[in-house]
């Protein structure tokens, strides 16, 4: 194949890239505590054999893929009344205890179980120092104060763990808003929780529309590019299919 349609290949490849990790961000806008990411490329070069009229090994420079960064900055907080919805304002994540291990969320929309336990829209329980926190009838309307102490009509019922990581951008996404993760979490010192709040989605739609509208344009201007190529190939051999004695 021509490296100029591989290079254009690669190219169009990028743009699907960018556009599935844009879809993405717009499908979350509404997630609580999601983090919109961007794709990052970098340059792969590829020594070539030259081709006719050229001399000596020839450079062509592909489109390489490499992820994408997640941005960890803080999405707005929201007022819901819930008395079970949290908001982190500064670092940490909440302790969720999951089927397939500890995982870590901002995402602080928690509610009862039938048990009485604080746990995740998915079931999974969330964490306090000493392991899922159980509220009682007893207990009438829960305080959850600033350093994520849960108070009752009876007095204290625990502590929620919040905790912290030296290399927050390591962390893996597991789906369902949840996060793993290789290093041991410290506990959190530099934050504070908000009942009754959430942290919305740091997505802006018309910021990510506006990289759609970009991306789109690329990848158009690029298969113009292609089949311009495609069709001065054609035109050639036509030309040269109707020279005498071709």
Do not use: C, W
Not at 110 to 121: A, K, M, W, Y
Not at 154 to 168: D, M, P, Y
Not at 219 to 245: F, V
Request: net charge negative.
């Amino acid at each position: 194949m021509d490296n100029s349609l591989l290079v254009g290949l690669s190219q169009q490849l990028a743009a699907y890239q960018s556009m599935d990790v844009i879809a993405n961000n717009i499908a979350n806008v509404s997630t609580p505590a999601f983090k919109r990411e961007e794709p990052t490329f970098q340059e792969y070069v590829a020594r070539v054999a030259p081709a006719e009229g050229e001399k000596g090994i020839q450079s062509v420079s592909f489109v390489q893929d490499t992820g994408a960064v997640r941005d960890l900055r803080a999405g707005a907080l929201q007022a819901t009344g819930a008395p079970f919805d949290l908001a982190i304002s500064g670092k940490g994540y909440f302790a969720v205890q999951t089927a397939n291990g500890e995982r870590y969320t901002r995402n602080g929309h928690f509610s009862l179980d039938t048990n009485g336990q604080i746990v995740t829209d998915a079931g999974d329980p969330v964490q306090g120092d000493g392991g899922a926190l159980t509220i009682t009838a007893d207990d009438g309307d829960i305080h959850i104060g600033a350093d994520g102490t849960l108070s009752g009509k009876n007095g204290q019922i625990g502590k929620l763990r919040v905790v912290a990581f030296a290399n927050e951008p390591a962390l893996n996404k597991d789906g369902a808003s949840l996060y793993s993760a290789v290093e041991t979490p410290a506990t959190a010192t530099d934050f504070t929780l908000n009942q009754g709040m959430l942290e919305s989605s740091n997505v802006q739609p018309v910021v990510e529309i506006s990289h759609m509208i970009d991306v789109m344009r690329a990848y158009q201007a690029t298969a113009t590019l292609t089949q311009s190529q495609e069709d001065l190939k054609r035109q050639a051999i036509d030309k040269l299919g109707a020279t005498p004695g071709s």
